[in-house]
């Protein structure tokens, strides 16, 4: 898997701003019941990490692509 990180744009954090977090559902809430798709990184449909990858983005915010590297840059 590739990441999904456009040139010059901010890296997620290891914490998301307290005040960030609610538009981060909201915009997560939009897309409940969007279809599965293996691979999806978009409304037309979302696997997992291309669902949680696309809605930060959204915010502000770039995180790898893939669950695994999705994990590995998350705090314990």
């Known amino acids: 898997m590739t ?5 010059n744009s901010r890296t997620v954090s290891r914490t998301v701003p307290a ?3 609610g538009e981060i559902i909201r915009t997560a809430e ?3 019941g969007t279809r599965y798709r293996y691979g999806g990184s ?8 291309g669902f949680t ?4 983005r959204q915010n502000g915010f770039v995180i790898p ?3 695994g590297a999705q994990f590995e ?4």
Do not use: E, L, N, Q
């Open 53 to 56: 990858s696309y809605v930060f």
């Open 42 to 49: 978009d409304p037309r449909g979302f696997d997992c990490s």
């Open 19 to 21: 005040g960030k977090r």
């Open 30 to 32: 939009k897309f409940i």
């Open 3 to 7: 990441m999904c990180t456009p040139p």
């Open 65 to 67: 692509r893939g669950a």
């Open 73 to 76: 840059s998350g705090k314990r």
